[in-house]
């Protein structure tokens, strides 16, 4: 992502969050879309939605990136394939199915959101650490084999880095993912903007649906957002594109 680009997106977000303020101090509310949203309910659904999403991220951090690591390792690419056929088949399953089949498992709550978010958002950073681990040049691995790094050493210090680029891709992704995943969250009882705009929606209640979704559409903009800018901070100085 350019770097214009990174200054004009949080840009348009505060001009369209400041709109959606505006109009929303304007519009008619009746009791039911006052209610649905008195008491702090925006700020706890909002929330709820930014808890679910960077929870969830960092489970599929902790659990992707060091699987895609050990993958690559000689000793256990035989079991590649069958690790990417379980992510696959995880992202490949409706997620509004997925979640219904983890609540009737672990019941109503945060717990099963939780699981369903992660499952759905593995294959991305799985896959993109396998890949940028994989692309590496062997002769970069040799010559660092041959100074006299030991594995651990040509791993941290060579390959992760130049993986980054690709793994960090895969993270971005994951995240967007999560953000628009946990809007079924509440379908399970685990909370987050989608109660606002599965209320606006029952309820027939446009101020209550439109709010929701903008929120969440702002929140998806912002951590990708974000996630580009770690992409920029985060690579290595020889892999910049002005490089």
């Given at each position: 992502m350019s770097r214009q680009k990174l200054?004009?997106?949080p840009s348009v977000l505060v001009v369209v969050l400041f709109g959606t303020w505006i109009w929303f101090r304007q519009a008619e509310l009746d009791a039911i879309s006052a209610n649905a949203l008195s008491n702090g309910a925006v700020w706890l659904a909002l929330w709820q939605h930014i808890q679910l999403t960077v929870v969830s991220t960092f489970f599929v951090l902790i659990i992707a990136i060091p699987l895609g690591i050990l993958l690559t390792r000689e000793s256990f690419r035989r079991a590649t394939p069958v690790a990417m056929?379980?992510?696959n088949t995880g992202q490949a399953t409706p997620a509004i199915g997925l979640l219904a089949l983890l609540v009737i498992w672990l019941g109503i709550g945060t717990r099963a959101a939780l699981i369903g978010i992660i499952v759905y958002a593995l294959l991305p950073v799985l896959s993109n650490t396998i890949a940028?681990?994989?692309?590496n040049d062997p002769t970069l691995l040799e010559a660092a084999r041959g100074i006299g790094m030991s594995p651990r050493e040509v791993l941290t210090r060579v390959e992760l880095p130049l993986a980054?680029?690709?793994i960090l891709a895969g993270v971005r992704t994951a995240l967007?993912?999560?953000v628009g995943t946990?809007?079924?969250a509440t379908f399970g009882g685990g909370g987050?903007?989608?109660v606002l705009i599965t209320t606006g929606i029952t309820n027939q209640r446009m101020p209550v649906l439109v709010l929701g979704s903008i929120l969440t559409v702002a929140l998806a903009l912002l951590v990708d957002w974000l996630a580009s800018l770690a992409e920029v901070l985060l690579r290595p100085r020889g892999l910049e594109p002005d490089a």
């Open positions: 200054t004009l997106l056929t379980v992510a940028g681990l994989k692309a980054v680029p690709l967007v993912l999560n946990a809007t079924l987050g903007l989608g």
